[in-house]
């Protein structure tokens, strides 16, 4: 059985999210099920409990209680399913954006900088498109791209341009002809804190993360009833920042948009100006808490829409 990390912000995360133990709840990122677990502990008989993962390895961790359905795609997807399941409104959905630490600790899935392996980055399994894919398929100004906007790289064209010449004459297949191609950017002090954002950058990319958080955004309006919670925890200033956006203005660029007579009518209160972080304890013990901000959205007048 594979290990999964410990859930961040457990405590903070439940308790924010129920508002009625019978009500209907929504987990974007089942993973190890930590979330889960801890929602159908405070959910009543008549409570229900619809986790999102598109993971292989994390469906295998579906769990046995005849008010938990798992749908194995991504959360992406999560208006067009819970219409479908006639789900909606519900009463809160939680999404803990961070990568499970089974997907890190192990060498063949391709995220973790400190392994060799194949590049590969997928969260899902059986999509087509990998991280090989994209360092020899993209085009320079498109690597230059991905490293500025997603890893916020100030060498960003530089390793564009080793990478380019560097597949010339080789493919790069794997994390070790990763690090090879940008050998000359990599700094010989701290190479880990280098790799970090750059291997960030092409998970994101690959898995098409910021779109699919921006898509369930601009849906969550439609699918949570008044006075329910939207409760988001994001690792990353790229992600908070869009959640931040959303909840204060009902925009994902942050401008809060006005009728002719002035009003605005965004759909979510912030709960706080400022976001929940993890206590020092808890990243003693967790240290991948570390970066962890947790934003809570409440409901506003819910009304059905089109």
């Not at 597949?167 to 794997?174: D, L």
């Not at 809060?256 to 976001?275: A, C, I, M, Q, V």
């Amino acid at each position: 059985m594979i290990d999964y990390h410990e859930p961040v912000l457990l405590r903070e995360s439940v308790e924010a999210l129920i508002t009625e133990p019978n009500g209907t709840y929504v987990d974007l990122t089942f993973g190890g099920g930590g979330h889960s677990r801890a929602i159908l502990d405070r959910l009543g008989p008549k409570g229900k409990l619809i986790s999102f993962d598109q993971d292989a390895d994390a469906a295998a961790r579906a769990l046995n209680d005849p008010r938990f359905q798992l749908v194995q795609h991504n959360f992406r997807h999560t208006r067009s399913f819970l219409e479908y399941l006639k789900a909606v409104p519900v009463d809160g959905i939680l999404a803990d954006l961070g990568i499970s630490s089974h997907q890190i600790d192990v060498d063949h899935r391709g995220f973790a900088h400190r392994f060799d392996g194949p590049l590969d980055m997928r969260m899902d399994q059986d999509a087509d498109f990998s991280a090989a894919d994209l360092v020899n398929q993209y085009s320079e100004a498109e690597l230059a791209r991905v490293f500025k906007q997603y890893g916020e790289m100030s060498n960003a064209k530089r390793l564009a341009s080793e990478i380019a010449r560097y597949r010339k004459a080789k493919n790069i297949e794997s994390i070790s002809d990763f690090k090879t191609a940008i050998e000359a950017c990599t700094p010989k002090l701290h190479p880990a804190k280098f790799y970090s954002p750059l291997f960030q950058a092409l998970r994101i990319e690959v898995n098409r993360e910021m779109e699919a958080l921006e898509q369930v955004l601009i849906d969550s309006e439609h699918l949570i009833r008044e006075g329910g919670k939207f409760v988001v925890i994001s690792y990353h200033s790229l992600e908070d920042r869009l959640v931040k956006n959303y909840f204060n203005t009902g925009n994902l660029d942050g401008k809060r948009h006005t009728n002719l007579y002035g009003w605005s009518d965004e759909p979510f209160d912030n709960e706080r100006s400022k976001p929940i972080v993890p206590s020092e304890e808890e990243i003693a013990r967790n240290s991948r808490a570390r970066s962890a901000k947790m934003r809570i959205g409440i409901r506003k007048a819910w009304k059905k829409t089109n």
